[in-house]
């Protein structure tokens, strides 16, 4: 896989301006284990910037968007200065998808770009780190949590409980998206996400096949009764494999993933977070 840079590949180290109480957020790429650049933004949040010593009170949160997202998109920033209320906020492009590097291999060695993320964070001050991650960054941040550990907590919004699924229009449109050429052209030039031709191989841990692996740490899944990609099943099978260490919310009248997910969610979502991640 490449792992030159997209767009502009100049290093941005903007940093938190105390002389003029203003928060300013960090900006970087970060290297993933495999060699791929991954545009990334550091939020102190209004709770933490305010406080001393922030890193020993609030957690950070490291946010892992949805497919075809990107850490500009207006609906990430949303999410981003919703959590940033409870504590420090970390943002990242997947690989693939927006101005990061490399080739987007859909939810597979994403792994390794969230895990960039969580050491950037940890790297920052913060002993306290809590996941969250929609949709497709739902099954990476359940994942990495199984397999690199490191976190303190997960949120697991609108994620599928297994691969391959085909079950309703939207899924069946992303697989034509992902697996013809002519899909990922329209990926490239449509929606700012550059997909890997390669089909998996081997075949990633599944999600549910992850879930067990995560206790202790607290789990949160979350998912909409509305949501038109991942019918309940998903979340039902998620909080079955999970067992006595998950909790599940449905969510009446959601819809799927960041653009569904009200003011209000991401609120409760945030004060479970700071409660669970001690």
Known sequence: MSNSRAGHGARSTVRPNCETGTRTPLRTFLPTADGISIDSVYDPGAVVYNSSPPSAVHPVFVIAHGFTGDVDRPHVRRVAD???????????????????????????????????????????????????????????????????????????????????????????????????????????????????????????????????????????????????????????????AAGDHGELWLEPGMGHAEHAAGDGLLARIGDWAAARAG
């Open 82 to 240: 919703a959590f940033a209320r409870h504590g420090a906020v970390v943002t990242f492009s997947f690989r693939g998808h927006g101005r990061s590097g490399g080739r987007s291999t859909v939810g597979d060695r994403e792994v390794l770009d969230l895990d960039a993320a969580v050491r950037w964070a940890r790297s920052l001050g913060h002993p306290r780190v809590v996941t969250v991650g929609f949709s497709m960054g739902g099954s990476v941040v359940l994942r990495h949590a199984a397999l690199h550990r490191g976190v303190d907590a997960v949120v697991s919004v609108s994620a599928p409980a297994r691969w391959y699924y085909r079950g309703t229009a939207p899924m069946r449109r992303l697989h034509w998206l992902i697996t013809r050429p002519e899909g990922r052209l329209v990926g490239r030039y449509g929606f700012r996400t550059r997909i890997h031709h390669r089909d998996w191989d081997p075949v990633p841990l599944s999600p549910s096949e992850a879930v067990p692996r995560i206790a202790p740490t607290p789990l949160l899944i979350v998912h909409g009764d509305r949501d038109g990609y991942f019918p309940l099943d998903h979340p039902r099978m998620l909080a079955a």
